[in-house]
Structure formats: C-alpha cells, structure tokens
C-alpha cells in the first residue's frame, strides 16, 4: 500500500513510521500511483 501526506502532518508522519510504513521517495512511486497536487512525501507499507 502507497500513500502520499504534506511535510506538514509530524503527528500523520509519526503514526505511519511507528506502524511499519518506510518513506519512499517519489522517484520511486509507480507511474500510475495518483498524486495530488499537495503531497510531497510519501510511504508505502506490505500488507499481508
């Protein structure tokens, strides 16, 4: 699972990291992955 947040949610970023989401950078997303104007950082966590 992707997701994409601002550099401007600490609490939202905070969460993520302490549940197993990696920062990915957005080089990296998929060219299909929808961006939003706004985001510009970005997660990805492997669900079983």
Known sequence: ???GTTDKFL???RFY???GFRTVPPEDLPPEFPRMAVDTRFYAITLL
Request: neutral net charge; without cysteine.
């Open 11 to 13: 609490a939202a970023h």
């Open 17 to 19: 990291e302490k549940n």
């Open 1 to 3: 699972m992707l997701l």
